[in-house]
T-cell receptor, first 114, second 111 residues
Framework: DVKVTQSSRYLVKRTGEKVFLECVQDMDHENMFWYRQDPGLGLRLIYFSYDVKMKEKGDIPEGYSVSREKKERFSLILESASTNQTSMYLC?????????????FGPGTRLTVL | RKEVEQDPGPFNVPEGATVAFNCTYSNSASQSFFWYRQDCRKEPKLLMSVYSSGNEDGRFTAQLNRASQYISLLIRDSKLSDSATYLCVVKDGGTASKLTFGTGTRLQVTL
């Protein structure tokens, strides 16, 4: 059974703090993704990675960075948190291949920035 | 214009009813189409893929109309457990696994 875990379910931070969100998958998936989900806007892709040490910007990368030092782990970093980064953050992973491979999501981290 | 558009609902239907959701997408080069389901306060999970010829999985039927850039999901004999948000998802012809999600349609099935 595929499992994607995220370091925290709920997180409260102050404006200007550096925030780390961690994601770990146990299925040896090549691809990993970070999304944020906001009411009325749906899931929006922040960053993704196809391999260790590789990263690509998604649709809304501003204010975020990522790190993938190991295949199973993909970290999202908010260098200086702002109130407009209050959101639900979802990590996902999928295997590689020519055809579509299902994305499996973690349970999400609800981040509040005060 | 949003890349993937859905009616947010909510659709309130009684148990046993048939309900249909629609979705339109803007990129004519989109290659693959899916419906994901998201329960309240849970993560999205793949419900079914959508094939050009249409496909069925039990009480669920998905249809694709490439000419109109339109996808649909039909749920027959609705159950209370079908209450969830249904996300229309599109994969373009480029990057292997990058997906674009609609904002979702909320379904509430009542007794």
């Amino acid at each position: 059974d595929v499992k994607v875990t995220q370091s925290s379910r709920y997180l409260v931070k102050r404006t200007g703090e550096k925030v780390f969100l961690e994601c770990v998958q146990d299925m040896d998936h090549e691809n990993m993704f970070w999304y944020r989900q906001d009411p009325g806007l749906g899931l929006r892709l922040i960053y993704f990675s196809y391999d260790v040490k590789m990263k690509e910007k998604g649709d809304i990368p501003e204010g975020y960075s990522v790190s993938r030092e190991k295949k199973e782990r993909f970290s999202l970093i908010l260098e200086s948190a702002s109130t407009n980064q209050t959101s639900m953050y979802l990590c996902a992973s999928s295997s590689s291949g020519r055809n579509y491979n299902e994305q499996f999501f973690g349970p999400g981290t609800r981040l509040t920035v005060l | 214009r949003k890349e993937v558009e859905q009616d947010p609902g909510p659709f309130n239907v009684p148990e046993g009813a048939t309900v249909a959701f629609n979705c339109t997408y803007s990129n004519s080069a989109s290659q693959s189409f899916f419906w994901y389901r998201q329960d309240c306060r849970k993560e999205p999970k793949l419900l079914m893929s959508v094939y050009s010829s249409g496909n069925e999985d039990g009480r669920f039927t998905a249809q694709l109309n490439r000419a109109s850039q339109y996808i649909s999901l039909l749920i027959r004999d609705s159950k209370l457990s079908d209450s969830a948000t249904y996300l229309c998802v599109v994969k373009d012809g480029g990057t292997a696994s990058k997906l674009t999600f609609g904002t979702g349609t909320r379904l509430q099935v009542t007794l």
